[in-house]
């Protein structure tokens, strides 16, 4: 059963930083195209960071376009995204998505909560 298991949330003050980690199991990250998203109270899900061919491409949102980055560890087949000069308006929960290139299908991690607060 493929899984995918977020971790590295927590508390930061603003301009602080965090690496979010998502280790696969069964499915191989490179093979996919990777995204973080993140959700907070009452706001629709934002897709933040997307990675394909084990980071060859990468894009953001312009909210953090500068501050986060997305990378993989293929030895290790994680995904990570290291946020910097971390803002209140970047607490949320995050999420770890796996989409298929060339299959319809579609797998999410559990979410790691991030808050950024004094």
């Known amino acids: 059963q493929v899984q995918l298991v977020e971790s590295g949330g927590g508390l930061v003050q603003p301009g602080g930083s965090l690496r979010l980690s998502c280790t696969a199991s069964?499915?191989?990250?490179?093979?996919?195209?990777m995204n973080w998203h993140r959700q907070a109270p009452g706001k629709e899900r934002e897709l933040v960071a997307v990675?394909?061919?084990?980071?060859?491409?990468?894009s953001y949102a312009e909210s953090v376009k500068g501050r986060f980055t997305i990378s993989t560890d293929k030895a290790k087949n994680t995904v990570y995204l290291q946020m910097n000069s971390l803002k209140p308006e970047d607490t949320a929960v995050y999420y770890c998505?796996?989409?298929?290139?060339?299959?319809?299908?579609?797998?999410w991690g559990q979410g790691t909560q991030v808050t950024v607060s004094s």
């Open positions: 998505n796996a989409q298929g290139l060339n299959i319809p299908v579609d797998y």
């Open positions: 069964v499915l191989t990250v490179s093979s996919y195209r």
């Open positions: 990675s394909t061919n084990a980071g060859g491409t990468t």
